[in-house]
């Protein structure tokens, strides 16, 4: 798969804004994907853009998509504590004609109260 | 809403013995994939199937084989463990296995531990 990058830690108060940044690699991605993971569980489907789209909201989250730059981000309005989580970026690539995904390091949110 | 199913939730073996996970999708996914996810580590892709046919195949060792039966659940069968085979393994399921929009949904993972 391609490679996909990620910060690795963010640490915020409850209450602010985090924006956690994912660069990806493969420009064909059709949708690329945000996936939250909270300490021992598995993984939970977030958010998705389409390629076409610069934005997308969905309550208080904002994805936006750079295409030039093929930059992700996730922005997380009124950061809560249940935010804490490890959140991943992910794309899916083509291989004998189906698709996967290939996920990025992940970043560990942290929010302090 | 049924969720992806998978058993056991942990399993502890010794170097050089087998294991069997098992993956029983959401109704009426008709592809599973398989995950690793080393300590620390992002989920790495080991192998999906699609319509009981091995659909594609990431990293996944020689001594590890997959398959999907008729009801569409999958086991990964794992010999000849090693401590390096430590993992949480997961197993996601989806309507299609085609490009574009494709969401995965993903089990709660087996945590395999190796000593």
């Known amino acids: 798969g391609e490679d996909v990058e990620q910060s690795l830690f963010l640490s915020v108060r409850e209450g602010d804004s985090s924006v956690i940044n994912c660069t990806y690699t493969?420009?064909?991605?059709?949708?690329l994907y945000w996936y939250k993971q909270e300490p021992g569980a598995g993984l939970q489907l977030l958010t998705y853009?389409?390629?076409?789209?610069d934005m997308k909201q969905d309550q208080r989250l904002t994805v936006l998509l750079n295409k030039k730059d093929k930059h992700l981000s996730l922005r997380i309005a009124d950061t809560q504590t249940g935010d804490s989580a490890i959140y991943f970026c992910?794309?899916?690539?083509?291989?004998?004609?189906?698709?996967?995904?290939?996920f990025g390091k992940g970043t560990m949110l942290l929010v302090s109260p | 809403a049924a969720g992806v199913i998978q058993s056991p939730r942990h399993l502890i073996k010794e170097k050089r013995e087998t294991a069997t996970l098992k993956c029983y999708p959401i109704?009426?996914?008709?592809?599973v994939y398989w995950y690793q996810q080393g300590p620390g580590q992002d989920p790495q892709f080991l192998i999906s199937?699609?319509?009981?046919?091995?659909?594609d195949k990431g990293s996944i060792p020689d001594r590890f084989s997959a398959q999907q039966f008729s009801d569409y659940h999958s086991e990964l069968n794992m010999s000849s463990l090693e401590l390096g085979d430590s993992a949480l393994y997961f197993c996601?399921?989806?309507?299609?296995?085609?490009?574009?929009?494709?969401?995965?949904?993903f089990g709660p993972g087996t945590r395999l531990t190796v000593l």
């Open positions: 992910a794309e899916p690539y083509m291989n004998s004609g189906y698709s996967t995904l290939t």
């Open positions: 493969d420009s064909s991605s059709t949708y």
């Open positions: 109704p009426r996914h008709d592809t």
């Open positions: 853009i389409f390629s076409n789209m």
């Open positions: 996601a399921s989806s309507e299609t296995a085609d490009v574009g929009y494709n969401e995965q949904f």
């Open positions: 199937f699609y319509e009981k046919m091995q659909s």
